[in-house]
């Protein structure tokens, strides 16, 4: 029966864990999260602190799930796990009552669940605690000294990893704008064919498409175009809208043979230092033989550059839109064809002789390359963190 509680707290543990480690990986979507609960429940004078609260909570949600796998302060962590999960089940009751609008955010951008899925969840996460804890009070026993050294290592790689996802972009990208996503305009344009990598396992083939990539066993082949319908016949591209000084639609500059997109959600924020840097890698995308775009918020009153090359291709759109495009604030986003190849954070550009290899490569093998790199790092570290806690 102790055997079956403990599995039970792991569980629970386990899923705090997730939720945290997903919504660390995606600080700028937590923080857009907090302000929308924010916004509903009347505490907007608390918004220009949601950055931050959306990075603690996430960081409480890991160390607490790894506390509770590793066994470590139980009694603590029995009052801790009781509160955060009584307080989201009242929360998620009365969003779903009265029918709020946002999504949850329980699990970042990674996973959406509606306000009464995320009350059932809470619900099961409820009965779990029951079974590893109650009555609240009684001994739960003592774990072996070396869970506290397996709780410390978690601890401090879910803080690291955090620290890492606040001065990048997430290692997975899970909006509505990642890498592989097709673009189209305003008018809807968008491009009939989809292009899969095949590649061969023991005398077979399969199709993998950049959302999808193969893992090591496989061997590639050649590339193949298909319909559209092949991933998805109801699936039209994405919208990326944006406009000129005189509010003249220009989305379909998006739509060319090889772009690089600079976003800025917050151009005001851009300093000198970084504008410069911006010039520099505008001119080099220019020089290797990109087109170069840069999107701000604003208007063209409130947002000027003293950058000729940046002002003569600069263009206005949406602040979340340019959030979901790129979460760092002067990013930027390759785009081949209309399909989205590529992302970088602000401060790790590609320098000219990067772009020059950009260039020369195929941009479907590139993307699903960059998003294999993702996908294995991230679930490097859940393997990395699970094995720790609970292995050693």
Request: include cysteine.
């Amino acid at each position: 029966m102790n055997g079956f509680k403990r599995i039970c707290a792991v569980i629970a543990g386990a899923v705090l864990f997730i939720s945290g480690g997903l919504k660390l990986m995606d600080p700028l979507g937590a923080s857009l999260v907090v302000q929308e609960y924010l916004k509903f429940f009347h505490l907007n004078f608390l918004s220009f602190a949601s950055a931050v609260i959306g990075v603690v909570l996430a960081l409480f949600e890991g160390v607490l799930g790894a506390a509770l796998i590793t066994g470590v302060w139980r009694r603590f962590c029995a009052i801790a796990s009781l509160c955060l999960f009584g307080v989201f089940t009242i929360i998620t009751a009365v969003l779903w009552i009265a029918g709020a609008s946002f999504d949850c955010g329980c699990f970042g951008e990674a996973l959406h669940l509606e306000h009464w899925q995320s009350f059932v969840k809470n619900i099961a996460l409820l009965i779990l605690w029951c079974i590893a804890f109650a009555p609240l009070g009684k001994d739960y026993g003592r774990p072996q000294k070396v869970k506290y050294a397996s709780f410390a290592i978690a601890s401090v790689s879910i803080a690291l990893f955090g620290l890492y996802s606040i001065l990048s972009i997430p290692m997975v990208d899970f909006t509505n704008l990642k890498p592989g996503t097709e673009l189209s305009g305003a008018d809807g344009e968008n491009f009939d064919d989809i292009t899969a990598a095949i590649y061969e396992k023991n005398g077979r083939e399969g199709a993998f498409t950049p959302d999808c990539p193969p893992d090591s066993t496989w061997t590639f082949v050649r590339y193949q175009n298909y319909g559209r319908g092949f991933v998805d016949d109801q699936a039209p591209g994405q919208p990326l809208s944006f406009c000129d000084a005189f509010g003249n639609y220009a989305d379909s500059l998006a739509l060319g043979d090889k772009v690089m997109i600079i976003s800025s959600w917050n151009p005001q924020a851009l300093s000198e230092r970084r504008t410069d840097t911006l010039e520099k890698f505008a001119l080099s995308a220019e020089k290797a033989g990109f087109a170069v775009l840069f999107l701000v918020s604003g208007t063209p009153e409130t947002v000027k550059t003293s950058s000729p090359s940046l002002a003569a291709a600069t263009y206005f759109a949406d602040r979340r839109l340019l959030m979901t495009l790129n979460r760092s604030n002067g990013g930027v986003t390759y785009v081949s064809g209309g399909l989205i190849t590529a992302k970088w954070p602000a401060g790790s550009l590609p320098d000219a002789s990067e772009l020059g290899s950009v260039w020369k490569k195929d941009p479907v093998e590139y993307l699903m390359r960059r998003s294999s790199k993702g996908k294995v790092r991230f679930q490097g570290f859940l393997l990395y963190t699970f094995a720790v806690m609970l292995l050693l």
